[in-house]
């Protein structure tokens, strides 16, 4: 495969119930699709197809922060 530059792509959000851009609407590849009830990513390799992005923890949906946070609290952070 010849390295590529990707001028534009394009960013798609929606449910994980909506249907999903195929071919006919022509999507850049590179593209991402993120369902905003599952928070789930999908990437489009070849114009047509989505695949969904793989995170290094797919189960942990949250950021992987360590410590807490309080506002007002002046011995608020304890980090890890």
Known sequence: ????????????????????????????????LQETDTKDVYVCYDGTNWEKYKRNSDTDRTANIKGTYKPNDTHSYMGG
């Open 1 to 32: 495969m010849t390295v590529k530059l990707i001028g534009s792509i394009s960013r798609y959000m929606g449910l994980s119930s909506d249907t999903k851009p195929g071919a006919a609407e022509k999507i850049p590849v590179g593209s991402t």
